[in-house]
């Protein structure tokens, strides 16, 4: 099946999401096969002849997906910090515990869990976000907002033209006024789930902001 054949199959969709090649996206079942089928850890560690090494390195990956060495500096740019893999954090790479400085290719490929549930078909809110953030069933109408006609009309054009563009929109004032409800509101007009984030307890927490933004954009995608 083809990505553009508009297939509904998890690891398509995943590879529609986050724009991954083709090259990529075997990268990303490379990695992710131990955690669908423990059988792949013994076939891992068996091609790599040690019985401690039950993920894939990104050497193995390589040779896997690609046994013609003249594409290599072409598949390790795969795993650049911008690239899909990495930016989106769809693979971690680990290092060996017996060698704390190793090179690119000794580095072990793992897929990241919140990745391998979308994949079986389990689209939940990625566990490290629980602490601040919920998904939210909207049920609210933008004909039931008290809001002047001129703004309902504005909302409802601008969330009519989401599903087709997207877009970003910057709902301001004090609390109380009903920003979440307009948002709410825009979600059951164009059909879409809502995140809903709060960032004061993310600040509350030391070192959290940094991790946490990315995975909420991750989310956001996932969620659609």
């Known amino acids: 099946a083809s990505i553009s054949a508009g297939a509904t199959l ?13 090259l990529e996206l075997e990268m990303l079942l490379v990695a992710a096969a131990p955690d669908i089928d423990l059988r792949y850890e ?10 401690t090494k039950k993920h894939p390195t990104i ?3 390589l040779r896997l997906v690609s046994p013609v060495e003249s594409n290599r500096p072409f598949l390790r740019s795969l ?3 911008e690239a899909p ?5 769809l693979v971690r790479l680990v290092e060996d ?3 704390r400085d190793p090179p690119l290719l000794g580095r072990f490929l793992k897929a990241d869990e919140r990745l391998v549930d979308f994949m079986l078909g389990l689209n939940r809110l990625d566990s490290r976000l629980l602490p601040f953030a919920r998904l939210v069933n909207p049920a609210a109408q933008l004909a039931d907002l008290s809001l002047a006609e001129n703004l309902l009309s504005q909302l409802t054009s601008s969330a009519r033209l989401v ?3 997207g877009g970003i929109f910057f709902f301001h004032g004090p609390y109380g006024v009903g920003k979440q409800k307009a948002a709410e509101a825009m979600c059951v007009e164009c ?11 993310v600040q509350a927490a030391p070192n959290v902001l940094v991790t946490v933004l990315p995975l909420l954009a991750r989310e956001a995608t996932l969620q659609h």
């Open 10 to 22: 998890p690891i398509l969709r995943l590879a529609d999401l986050f724009k991954l090649s083709s």
């Open 191 to 201: 059909g879409l789930p809502l995140l809903v984030a709060d960032l004061s307890l």
């Open 85 to 89: 893999l990495l930016r989106h954090q």
């Open 163 to 165: 599903p087709g563009h």
């Open 97 to 99: 515990p017996q060698d």
């Open 42 to 51: 013994i076939l891992y560690a068996y091609a790599q002849n040690d019985v």
């Open 79 to 81: 795993f650049g910090a």
């Open 59 to 61: 050497d193995l990956a």
